[in-house]
């Protein structure tokens, strides 16, 4: 009889949610197992492929943990405030609170659809104004403690989404949102001072597990850098006592600066504006500089571009020359002092910019030709032409030079982030406001916090004002409004929190998510938290994983989490090709439909291609003719019975096979090596069908081990073969050493460099023994049966690689 997913699927998700089966117990004396994934921005596009890939694998751990005996928090929630939704509210006149909700209700559809076991008990909204009351009183307490502040700062802009991006969400000098490129522009800018917490971030990542490509990308994204902070006395300056500081990570080349340059935004041309003989074509530079973004300001392969400061010099503290002052678009005024010395001998971009403009060249450090290029080898090199530092090794004449400037008061020693200050703000409708009220008298207040959460005041037009403001400053009646502290008339902040506010906190709440008096109750955090293992994209390394961990690190700091760090573990998935090999889109037409996937083929083929298609944390293409494999592997499953013996313990012929598969399949899971692991369970019924037989003990370990990948076939198969216990309430089987023949082994079968398959071998085996077996297993003979092997690639104990024609 032909297995009808559709009516097998309805009801086996509509019995796990009766039993509640995938609830969360707060206290249970279980050990607790906490399994996090991103939660999703609820798109009117719905779900697609690359959800599926990345909540899978978290669905399968979470299902195995269960079976093992944990307490399991899987919990689901939406990230929903966001520019795409207010800017189709805008386009069709609807609000964006009818077009979240809707927008969840067709994720939470398909989220069912696919049999995934979250807790739904649990749902976070971040457009919830029961949620979004604590997003408002964590930015209080930040304000309170100095963590966020107003000022006016050039940022990155763009001008078709018209809201003010961060670094994390402009780079390479395009919005992440619509791709239009970003402009700089002055404006008055809510910052979090995330840079006061740049150690702390760094520290913590020594206490975590995170794939070490994601630890080298926040290590790079703070970008610490050990230094000083060198004093150069100016000459022809409006103070005779003025002095421009830069930040260098190498004073020990300080004799070989043969000019400085600053940042077109640097407060010294305004203050020394009468003594400087060339302003307006400075002023005329500082204009075009405007016009730039930050990339392309900064990019090492630019143009060099500058304009030198008539009228104006420096002094080398060290050699006493006296040196021109540049100002050039590279400098930027929020890297360290927003002047930097140049080197041309040992610094390329400074090399350049000497070549262009005739600067002197001094060589420094031993070792290269500085006639052609700059010498940047020189950690190993000597001092010359360096006076005190002559002779010296580069880490010796380190140590000396920051002592010297020291002690004679012209620098000292600093620590240097390239993470900036979070900008924090947008002058957009959709996002959370702002608790901030401005009075003459007592300056930026909070809202009381009794008073939270400050609502979206319903609106008609969620456009813009004409001078870029954000649309609640047009509603007269939510900006006007009483200072809470002297009672006098006082204007609301009219600007709202970015997308990341709400993404920052959420796994907290999840843990106590109805809670009115607290963001969660502190015993539910201690016995919950930390999330034990968090999978998400590798896109969201230097945005919301650090924020999270930054406003989570805060929380522990001022008592309301008990954990500093709040993820133990975080690994991430590769992302989902299409056919043709590239990023799916709309555009291009290459977009995989997993409504209509279901429909024809049920969640758990789908389920189970989505984690076989290759390497989990590597991009793979889709293929169609992959899933319609996973579907004959089901249906194969699915007859088993029909050679079903009624022994329900093992076999003495596949014990050994059984307990291997145990081992193969759990280590795998474990190692998010997903696709080996069902490659396995691929392997063992061919087994089983070469010797025609199972035992119903085998079978139930077979269903056991394929149950977190696809739950709803392995419980009707245990149902039609006379299973007492539904699988969700079952054990996770347990590997018994003793049992295993140590004389065989597992391995893996390609074809032209593709895995095809995985089968048993003697561990001594020869290249025509592990051909006999390669050619037992269904879909490796199908596929070399008829084909012309050209080589035969086997590297014993490891692989074996067909190559055919």
């Known amino acids: 009889m032909e297995y009808d997913f559709a009516a097998s699927e309805k009801k086996w998700q509509e019995i796990w949610d009766k039993e509640r089966l995938n609830e969360a117990v707060d206290f249970d004396k279980r050990p607790k197992f906490y399994g996090l994934i991103e939660f999703p921005y609820p798109s009117g ?16 751990i979470a299902r195995k943990r269960r079976l093992e005996g944990y307490n399991v928090l899987f919990p689901i929630g939406f990230d929903a405030f966001g520019l795409p939704t207010e800017n189709f509210a805008m386009q069709t006149g609807r609000h964006p609170r009818g077009v979240t909700d809707d927008n969840i209700a067709v994720f939470t559809r398909q989220l069912k659809a696919f049999g995934y076991s979250f807790d739904y008990s649990r749902t976070v909204d971040t457009t919830d104004k029961s949620y979004y009351k604590w997003t408002q009183w964590i930015f209080i307490r930040l304000f309170k403690r100095g963590l966020a502040y107003k000022s006016k700062a050039y940022v990155n802009y763009c001008e078709k989404c018209k809201v003010i991006l961060a670094n994390e969400e402009s780079q390479g000098g395009v919005c992440d949102r619509c791709g239009s490129d970003v402009v700089q522009k002055e404006k008055d800018v809510w910052f979090l001072k995330i840079r006061d917490y740049a150690e ?22 703070i970008g610490r850098s050990e230094g000083a902070e060198v004093d150069f006395a100016v000459k022809g300056g409006v103070d005779p006592n003025a ?14 600066v043969t000019f400085m340059v600053i940042a077109p935004e640097h407060p010294f041309i305004a203050e020394n504006a009468a003594v400087i003989k060339n302003t307006n074509e400075i002023d005329v530079y500082r204009a075009e500089t405007k016009r730039k973004n930050e990339f392309e300001r900064t990019r090492v392969n630019k143009d060099k ?43 390329e971009r400074d090399y350049e910019f000497a070549k262009k403009f005739g600067m002197p060249i001094i060589e420094v450090i031993s070792g290269g030709d500085v006639s052609e290029a700059a010498y940047t080898d020189i950690d190993g090199g000597v001092l010359i032409n360096s006076g005190i530092l002559n002779g010296l090794s580069v880490k010796d004449a380190l140590k000396k030079i920051t002592a010297y400037l020291s002690e004679n008061k012209i620098g000292e020693k600093k620590i240097n982030y390239n993470m900036k200050d979070w900008a924090f703000n947008r002058q957009r409708y959709w996002g959370e406001p702002i608790p901030i009220i401005y009075c003459e008298k007592c300056g930026a207040v909070t809202v009381p916090e009794d008073e939270l959460p400050l609502e979206l005041p319903p609106l008609e037009s969620y456009r813009q004002t004409e ?49 009115d008096k607290a963001l969660a109750d502190k015993k539910k955090l201690e016995y919950f938290g930390p999330v034990d293992w968090y999978n998400g994209g590798m896109e969201h390394v230097t945005r919301h994983l650090i924020y999270s961990r930054f406003w989570n690190r805060f929380l522990y700091d001022i008592g309301a989490v008990p954990f500093a760090e709040p993820y133990a573990k975080r690994t991430a998935q590769g992302l989902v090709l299409g056919e043709n090999g590239v990023k799916m889109s709309k555009s291009l037409g290459n977009v995989v439909n997993p409504d209509s996937l279901i429909k024809e083929y049920g969640a758990d083929v789908l389920r189970l291609y989505i984690m076989f298609m290759g390497d989990y944390e590597s991009p793979v293409p889709w293929s169609n003719s992959g ?117 065989e082994m597992e391995l893996p079968v390609q074809i032209n460099g593709r895995l095809k398959g995985v089968v048993k071998v003697a561990k001594d085996a020869d290249i025509n023994a592990v051909r006999s077996a390669a050619m037992k297993d269904a879909a490796i003979n199908a596929a070399l049966s008829n084909a012309n092997i050209k080589k035969e690639i086997y590297v014993p104990k490891k692989i074996v690689n067909f190559i055919v024609l």
Not at 200 to 221: A, H, M, S, T, Y
Not at 470 to 497: H, I, Y
Request: hydrophobic share 40%.
């Open 45 to 60: 596009s719905g779900l697609h492929v690359g959800h599926l890939r990345a909540f899978t694998s978290m669905e399968i």
């Open 305 to 347: 571009t500058g304009v030198k400061l008539l009228g104006v010099s420096a002094v080398n503290p060290l050699s006493g020359a006296e040196i021109p002052i540049f100002t050039a678009d590279y400098v930027t005024l929020d890297y360290g002092t927003g002047a930097v010395m140049a080197v041309p001998a040992h610094d």
């Open 467 to 515: 001078n870029g403001e954000s649309p609640l400053a047009s509603v007269a009646e939510f900006v006007n409004c009483k200072c809470p502290q002297c009672g006098g008339a006082a204007r609301r902040e009219t600007d709202t929190m970015p997308q990341w506010a709400g993404s920052s906190w959420y796994f907290l709440r999840y843990i106590d998510p109805k809670n």
């Open 243 to 256: 002095k421009l500081r830069v930040f260098t990570t190498r004073a020990d080349t300080l004799y070989g």
């Open 627 to 743: 899933i319609n494999g996973c579907k004959r592997f089901l249906d194969r499953v699915y007859n088993l019975p029909s050679v079903m013996t009624e022994n329900d313990g093992l076999s003495d012929k596949h014990a050994a096979l059984t307990h291997r598969l145990i081992k193969k399949t759990s280590g795998d899971i474990e190692a998010m090596k997903f696709n080996t692991a069902i490659a396995a369970m691929m392997a063992y019924i061919n087994e089983i069908y070469y010797d025609n037989f199972i035992t119903r003990g085998e079978l139930k370990t077979l269903l056991l081990l394929l149950f977190p990948f696809a739950p709803h076939i392995a419980e009707e198969i245990n149902e039609k073969i006379g299973g007492k216990i539904i699988l969700a309430k079952c054990a996770y089987p347990v590997c018994d050493p003793s049992k295993l023949d140590d004389d």
């Open 200 to 221: 702390k971030l760094l520290d913590g990542l020594d206490e975590v597990d995170f794939l070490p490509r994601i630890k080298l990308e926040q290590r790079n994204w």
